[in-house]
């Protein structure tokens, strides 16, 4: 899934091409894909494309005061053309969802492959419509998201750690990977509650996180779109890296599985040496 890092990458990448372009075409290729009935996507056609900006994992392209939002989900990605091709898209034939051409011929597809169809576009006069981004908490990379704020937000929250930074409501932008990736920096649990970190605790989270995430969102820049999914990958230290060694200590890395998701740590650097339980309970082995 698309995180924060690589979202940001899109939408300059996005935004240095389609800025100053009108949008002169839109297709959809699924019937589900759109997730709004007015502004229809007729309201985009002609329309300048005067900025793309971020709320989260979300990417906003504001067309002359109509909006066409999109939110990657899981298996979605950004295909870009600097000539797009002319070809017609057949509803439900591919993994295209939604095609955008712009005036100089340029433009892109939003593709999902799998069959868990989650990529969700927006056609909206104001984002805030958009129930995701009026919802989302503040972003971890802002300037006004200072460490007493980020205390705040913990103290007194009985949730597990992984779960807070995964918490979009709570915190905008971070997913499993850069939950797994901030853990292992902080040398922390991803199991510990939020609630019983203590001053010390909580410094070093927020450090971890705001290293880690502007070390990744400037891996990040400057990369065109088909780069960037390698480039994640390859700056992993423990996310999807199951049984190779910690770059930190050496130890083995290891998992937890869920029912749809994985999650990745080591347990000499954050938990003691001990394995975590690798079911949903969330309890140490004994």
Request: hydrophobic share 40%; proline share 6%; aromatic share 6%.
């Amino acid at each position: 899934m698309p995180e924060l890092p690589e979202v940001d990458a899109l939408r300059a990448f996005l935004g240095s091409r389609a800025v100053g372009q009108a949008v002169v075409g839109v297709e959809l290729g699924s019937f589900t894909v759109l997730k709004t009935v007015s502004p229809p996507p007729q309201a985009l056609i002609g329309a300048p494309v005067e900025s793309v900006t971020r709320h989260g994992k979300f990417l906003d392209l504001d067309c002359g005061g109509t909006h066409l939002i999109f939110h990657l989900a899981r298996a979605g990605w950004l295909r870009w053309y600097e000539a797009l091709p002319t070809t017609v898209i057949r509803p439900g034939k591919s993994p295209i969802a939604v095609r955008v051409r712009l005036s100089d011929d340029s433009g892109f597809d939003l593709t999902e492959a799998g069959t868990k169809k989650r990529l969700a576009a927006y056609i909206v006069s104001d984002p805030m419509a958009v129930p995701g981004i009026a919802s989302l908490g503040p972003d971890p990379l802002g300037m006004d998201f200072t460490e007493e704020r980020f205390a705040a937000i913990l103290a007194g929250r009985r949730a597990q750690i992984k779960g807070v930074l995964r918490d979009q409501g709570i915190i905008g932008g971070i997913g499993n990977a850069y939950s797994d990736e901030i853990l292992h920096v902080a040398k922390m649990s991803p199991f510990a509650m939020a609630a019983s970190l203590d001053a010390d605790a909580v410094a070093r989270l927020y450090e971890a996180m705001r290293e880690t995430l502007a070390g990744a969102v400037a891996t990040a820049s400057g990369k065109p779109a088909a780069e960037l999914k390698d480039a994640k990958r390859a700056g992993m230290r423990v996310h999807g890296r199951t049984g190779e060694v910690c770059p930190e200590c050496g130890d083995v890395v290891r998992e937890v599985s869920f029912a749809d998701s994985s999650l990745q740590y080591c347990a000499t650097c954050q938990t003691g040496g001990k394995p975590l339980a690798d079911r949903r309970t969330s309890k140490f082995l004994k």
